[in-house]
């Protein structure tokens, strides 16, 4: 059986990482959503234990994709797996120095974690959960960027951050 790790902050899960988990359940015969803990990057907008029932709402209907977290280093955590590949979106260029420095420690810490770049969908390119918290401050609809299932939770939780 092959698993995908798809590891990230997913504060909050948009469609374009939503993208991402439907063509990996192409490709692999299970994903793992981890959400990971990035220690100091910023005030998260969910807890984990928020963000991992968000994601769970989203992908309920993929019976192939799991949902976990980890405060671990994902060369660690992905030893609780057979041989798994760690998958990534590469939105642009900008992307692609971190995310290929951070596949590069992983396989040093762990020999065994191969690191597969699935390009974004053009039509995503732009989005981040960054850019979606800022959106949603002004009270900007959400909803061609935030899967339908959370919604109104990102709609309210962002406004309250104004
Ligand atoms: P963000 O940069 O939106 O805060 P995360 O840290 O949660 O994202 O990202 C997790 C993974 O998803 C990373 O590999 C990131 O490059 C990828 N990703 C984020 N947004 C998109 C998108 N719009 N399309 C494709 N991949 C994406």
Redesign the pocket.
């Known amino acids: 059986m092959t698993t995908a790790i798809y590891p990230?902050?997913?504060?909050p899960i948009?469609l374009?990482?939503l993208?991402?988990i439907k063509r990996a359940v192409q490709v692999f015969d299970r994903v793992v959503v981890c959400v990971m803990v990035n220690s100091g990057k910023y005030t998260p907008l969910f807890t984990i234990q928020e963000r991992v029932e968000l994601i769970r709402r989203v992908v309920e209907r993929f019976p192939n994709v799991a949902v976990d977290c980890s405060h671990d280093l994902l060369a660690e955590y992905a030893k609780k797996y057979e041989k798994p590949v760690v998958v990534?979106?590469?939105?642009a260029i900008t992307?692609f120095e971190s995310?290929f420095q951070m596949a590069l420690i992983n396989k040093k810490l762990n020999e065994e974690l191969e690191t597969l770049f699935m390009a974004?969908?053009e039509k995503?390119?732009y989005?981040?959960?960054?850019i979606v918290k800022e959106l949603g401050k002004y009270g900007a609809d959400l909803s061609e960027f935030i899967p339908r299932e959370i919604l109104d939770e990102v709609q309210t939780r962002t406004r309250q951050r104004s």
């Open positions: 990230g902050s997913f504060d948009t374009g990482h993208n991402i990534k979106g590469l939105r992307d995310e974004a969908s995503y390119t989005l981040s959960s960054t």
